[in-house]
């Protein structure tokens, strides 16, 4: 099967899951490129999904935040989807034995989306 290319606005790498997570500022246009792979993706204030290549050895991984600026609270919940299929992919549980492996996911990918959209946590 031929490489195919998708155009999204950034791309997140997980190097060690050697996984990507494609991130798109407009809906159509995630459908559009997503829609070869199987993806079908959804979004209020964003969301997130995952489709497993047919060789079940990778998968696409996105997010989706239409209009480019997202809330951090929505930016936090789609982050939380994306790190468990990450983690449901690689055959991580969702355990409480697993918490911290999934904590600090979270926080790595919500610190790089912050950064990705400029954002700033406040804390008070």
Same mark, same amino acid.
């Given at each position: 099967m031929a490489a195919q290319t +998708? &155009?999204?606005? @950034? #791309? #997140?790498?997980?190097? /060690?899951?050697?996984?990507?997570?494609? +991130?798109? %500022? &407009?809906l159509a246009a995630a459908r559009a490129e997503l829609e070869p792979f199987g993806g079908s993706p959804e979004a209020g204030a964003g969301g997130a999904g995952y489709a497993v %290549?047919? &060789? !079940? !050895?990778?998968? =696409?991984? /996105?997010? =989706?935040?239409p209009g480019g600026r997202p809330g951090i609270g929505t930016l936090v919940h789609e982050a939380i @989807? #994306? =790190?468990d299929y990450l983690c449901e992919f690689a055959g991580i549980p969702i355990t409480s034995e697993a918490a911290e492996v999934r904590c600090y996911m979270v926080e790595w990918l919500t610190a790089r989306l912050m950064d990705l959209y400029g954002l700033v946590a406040s804390y008070g």
């Open positions: +998708v &155009d999204c606005d @950034h #791309i #997140i790498f997980v190097e /060690w899951l050697r996984q990507s997570v494609l +991130v798109f %500022n &407009d %290549n047919e &060789d !079940g !050895g990778s998968a =696409v991984f /996105w997010m =989706v935040f @989807h #994306i =790190v």
